[in-house]
């Protein structure tokens, strides 16, 4: 999980627990967080991205 800041740094949880209430709609993450600059998370995102775009179901219309 990576929260990206306004700052140029995104708050990184390599290995998160995610809780939620949905009535309340409330989601909470736990775990260790690493504050990390985006230049340094970039590569890593853009790997992430490009690998979810082919699990994505093909569209039809």
């Given amino acids: 999980v ?5 700052d140029g740094t995104a708050i990184h949880y390599n290995n998160p627990k995610v809780q939620a209430s949905l009535s309340a709609n409330t989601f909470a993450i736990s775990g260790h ?3 990390k600059r985006l230049t340094e998370m970039l590569p ?11 699990q994505q179901p093909a569209q039809t219309g």
């Fill in 44 to 54: 890593r995102i853009l790997q992430s991205a490009g690998s979810r775009k082919h």
């Fill in 2 to 6: 990576n929260v990206i800041k306004d």
């Fill in 33 to 35: 967080a690493e504050t």
